[in-house]
C-alpha cells in the first residue's frame, strides 16, 4: 500500500517511491526545480511571481518528505516491506482476475505488507508498514501504542494528543520547519517579500493544519516551562531541539536488529520514541542539563544522544548503531538494486556525519546526491542528478528505469486490491509510446489497458500471470 504525504494543496510526496506530483495549484513552470534549486543553494529566493512562489514552497516542502524517506530508518523498512510485498500482492492478482473477473479492487489475500521468508520475524507486529496516516493506523496498534505512552507519561491521551506524537505529525512538522527556515533565511528584493507576505498562509505553520504545528508547539510549552525561558529563546532552542527529536525519532532499526534483540516493535514506533524523548528532556536537570544544551548548541548531535537515552524509559541504541546495522541490511540488498545502493550510500552519509540530522531538506540531499523526481502534467517525468550518474549515464538511466518500475508496481497493486483506479507513471512520465487518453488521468478497468505488446503494465500484469484479452 502506498501512502501520501502532502503540502497544503500544493503538491503530494508518494511515500517510499522517490516521487512526488504537483498539483495545478502549484504548477512549475519550465525549468522552474532547475532554477530554484540554484537560487535556493546560494541561499537566494527564486520566486518571481505569486505561481513561482507556490511551487517553490511545494518543492521545499516535498524534499523535506524526500530526505525522511530516503535517509531514515522507518524509510528504510518501508522501502524493504515494498519491496517484497507488492509483487507479491500481484501474484495473488491472477487468482482474483479468475474468481472475480477482471475490474477491481479485489480483497486482499495476504496482509498488505507481508515480509518474504528472508526477513526474520517477530510476531504480526512485524507485517506492519512503519509510516502510515493517523487515521488509516489500526485501532488495535492505536491502542497498544496509547498504553504505552499513558503509562510512561502518567496520564490519559485522547485521539487528539495522540495525534500530536504521530509519524503523520512528526514528518509534516518537519517539512514545514524545513520550509520556514530557508524561506526565512533566504535574502529577498522587497518585491519578493511583498509576495512573501502576501501568501503567509502556505508557509506560517499556524495557519495551516494541526499536522504541521501541534508537534512542535507541544515541544516549544516542554521547553518554555522546564527551561524558563523568553519566547525567543524558546522558539530558537525548540527549532534545534525538534530537529534533533524528530531524527532520532525515525530512526527506526532493521527488522533483523530487532529479533535478535527479542524486542519489542512498538517501543521503536516513532509515536512511541518521540513521547519518551520529550519524558527524556524533562528528567535533564542540572549539571545533566547543561551537559545537553552545550552539547545542543555545540552541533554534538550524538552526545545530546546519549544524555537523552541514559534518562529514558528505555535504553534506545544510539542513531549510529540503528544506521550501521541499516547499513549492513542494505548491502545485501544493493545487487542488483540502485536504490537499495542509493540507501545504503544515504547511511553511509550518515556515519560518516555523526549519524543524527537535525536538518532533512535539499541540503541533505544535494550533499548525498540524491536523486530529485517529478511528475507534472505539462512536462511529464523532470529528474535532477548529480555526482558519478551524471557521468555514467548508465547509472543515470538505470536508476531512472528501476524506480519507475518500482513505482508503477506499487501503483498497480495500489489499484487493485484498495483504490480501484490506476495512473501509470509511465504515461505520466510521457515516456509511453503507446499511452492511451486514460493511462495518465486514471484507468478503473483492467480492460482499458492498452492492448499492445509495448505496455509496460500489461507485460508486468502478464508476468504475474493475469493475462488480459487482446
Known amino acids: 500500500m502506498r501512502f501520501d504525504i502532502r503540502s497544503p494543496s500544493l503538491a503530494q510526496y508518494h511515500w517510499s517511491t522517490l516521487f512526488c506530483r504537483f ?27 505569486e505561481g513561482e512562489f507556490r511551487a517553490t514552497v511545494a518543492l521545499l516542502h ?19 516491506v515494498h519491496a517484497s510485498a507488492t509483487r507479491s500482492r500481484l501474484d495473488d492478482a491472477a487468482s482474483m482476475v479468475r474468481v472475480h473477473g477482471p475490474r477491481p479492487p479485489y480483497e486482499p489475500s495476504a496482509p498488505i505488507s507481508a515480509l518474504d521468508a528472508e526477513v526474520p520475524a517477530t510476531g504480526l507486529d512485524t507485517l506492519l508498514l512503519k509510516y502510515a496516516p493517523f487515521d488509516l493506523i489500526a485501532d488495535d496498534q492505536r491502542d497498544r501504542l496509547r498504553r504505552i505512552l499513558e503509562h510512561d507519561l502518567g496520564q490519559p491521551l485522547g485521539d487528539d494528543t495522540l495525534f500530536d506524537y504521530s509519524t503523520q505529525a512528526i514528518m509534516e512538522s518537519d517539512a514545514a520547519g524545513e520550509v520556514v527556515a530557508y524561506v526565512g533565511g533566504m535574502l529577498v528584493s522587497p518585491e519578493q517579500r511583498a509576495i512573501l507576505e502576501g501568501s503567509l498562509d502556505l508557509v506560517d505553520p499556524r495557519r495551516l493544519g494541526k499536522e504541521y504545528w501541534r508537534t512542535r508547539a507541544n515541544l516549544y510549552q516542554v521547553l518554555a516551562h522546564h527551561c524558563d525561558l523568553d519566547a525567543n529563546a524558546t522558539i530558537r532552542l525548540g527549532n534545534l531541539l525538534f530537529g534533533l527529536f524528530a531524527d532520532i525519532a525515525l530512526a527506526h532499526p532493521p527488522a533483523t536488529w530487532v529479533a535478535k534483540r527479542s524486542a519489542s516493535l512498538d517501543d521503536f514506533e516513532p509515536l512511541v520514541k518521540f513521547g519518551r524523548l520529550l519524558i527524556a528532556f524533562q528528567r535533564l536537570a542540572g549539571a545533566s542539563m547543561d551537559r545537553f544544551l552545550t552539547a545542543l548548541m555545540e552541533g554534538s548531535d550524538l552526545e545530546a544522544e546519549r544524555l537523552l537515552i541514559e534518562v529514558s524509559p528505555i535504553k534506545y541504541p544510539a542513531s549510529d548503531e540503528v544506521y550501521e546495522a541499516w547499513a549492513t541490511e542494505l548491502r545485501e540488498h544493493s545487487e542488483g538494486s540502485m536504490v537499495a545502493k542509493l540507501r545504503f550510500n544515504a547511511c553511509e552519509f550518515r556515519l560518516s ?7 532533512r531538506g535539499l541540503g541533505i540531499l544535494l550533499e548525498m546526491e540524491a536523486p530529485i523526481i517529478y511528475l507534472t502534467p505539462d512536462q511529464g517525468f523532470v529528474k535532477l542528478d548529480w555526482g558519478a550518474r551524471i557521468v555514467d549515464p548508465s547509472q543515470n538511466f538505470g536508476l531512472t528505469q528501476e524506480l519507475l518500475d518500482r513505482f508503477t508496481v506499487m501503483e498497480l497493486a495500489d489499484f487493485l486490491f484498495r483504490t480501484g483506479e490506476f495512473r501509470c507513471p509511465y504515461a505520466e512520465a510521457q515516456i509511453c509510446r503507446v499511452a492511451g487518453d486514460r493511462c495518465a488521468t486514471g484507468l478503473i478497468h483492467l480492460a482499458q489497458i492498452p492492448n499492445s505488446p509495448q505496455c509496460t503494465v500489461r507485460g508486468l500484469l502478464s508476468h504475474c500471470g493475469v493475462d488480459l484479452p487482446h
Do not use: K, Y
Not at 556525519?353 to 536538518?359: E, F, L
Open 353 to 359: 556525519r555523526g549519524s543524527v540530522m537535525r536538518s
Open 62 to 80: 516535498e524534499l523535506a518528505h524526500l530526505a525522511q524517506d530516503l535517509s531514515t530508518g522507518i524509510g528504510h523498512w518501508d522501502f524493504l
Open 23 to 49: 498539483s495545478p495549484a502549484a504548477a512549475l513552470p519550465e525549468n522552474f526545480i532547475f532554477r530554484a534549486i540554484a537560487a535556493i543553494a546560494q541561499n537566494a529566493a527564486p520566486w518571481n511571481t
